[in-house]
């Protein structure tokens, strides 16, 4: 009974900390750029970022893939700013047609359960057609990577055969656990 107690105890201190802890975290896109270096087979129709209000910044992206792709490469790195952007963390490629057969990856497991609500990439290749990423913005709760306050550039590098785009997302992350008492 006691042992009982005590874990009631310590999931609802958990959960008032981590809705606390939520409440203090500010993750706000600043840039977004798309980049076809082939335009015969892959389209950007849409690469914006939207601001909702003074914390929100939603994110859009509709890109057009003209030619079937059987083979997709991702190469991500991430780059924290300080005295301009230096390489931070995770630099790594992803076979993101192994990925979407067997979940191999747990960085990129991360990354993906973030942005899937909120797109049609969501099968295994061959991919053709609109590839959709709408209103996406991060909920901090789904956020199980802990970073350091400061401004980050996830650079992503994606090969489709001898085809190549990038996507570079800059954002803030803020987080201020003064604000959460």
Same mark, same amino acid.
């Not at 105890?9 to 959960?15: A, P």
């Not at 390489?87 to 995770?90: A, C, G, K, S």
């Not at 709408?134 to 991060?138: N, S």
């Given at each position: 009974m006691r042992s009982?107690?005590?874990?009631?105890?310590?999931?609802?201190?958990?959960?008032i900390l981590n809705l606390? @802890? $939520?409440d203090a975290v500010v993750f706000k896109f600043t840039n977004f750029v798309c980049?076809?270096?082939?335009?015969?087979?892959i389209v950007f129709n849409n690469c914006r970022l939207k601001a909702i209000n003074r914390n929100k910044v939603i994110l859009n992206m509709n890109a057009t893939i003209l030619h079937t792709a059987n083979a997709v490469?991702?190469?991500c790195k991430l780059f924290k700013? @300080? $005295?301009g952007f230096k390489?931070?963390?995770?630099d790594r490629s992803v076979?993101?047609?192994r990925y979407m057969r067997t979940g191999y990856d747990p960085y990129f497991k991360i990354v993906f359960g973030l942005f899937h609500d909120f797109s049609n990439i969501n099968h295994t290749c061959p991919f053709v057609g609109h590839q959709i990423l709408?209103?996406?913005?991060?909920r901090p709760e789904l956020l199980g990577l802990l970073l350091p306050t400061g401004d980050y550039l996830l650079a992503l590098h994606w090969i489709f055969g001898k085809n190549t785009v990038d996507t570079n997302v800059s954002f803030s992350f803020v987080e201020d656990l003064l604000k959460s008492k």
């Open positions: 009982a107690l005590m874990l009631c105890t310590f999931v609802g201190l958990f959960i606390s @802890a $939520n980049e076809s270096y082939n335009k015969s087979f490469t991702m190469h700013k @300080a $005295n390489p931070w963390i995770i076979d993101i047609c709408k209103d996406f913005y991060l």
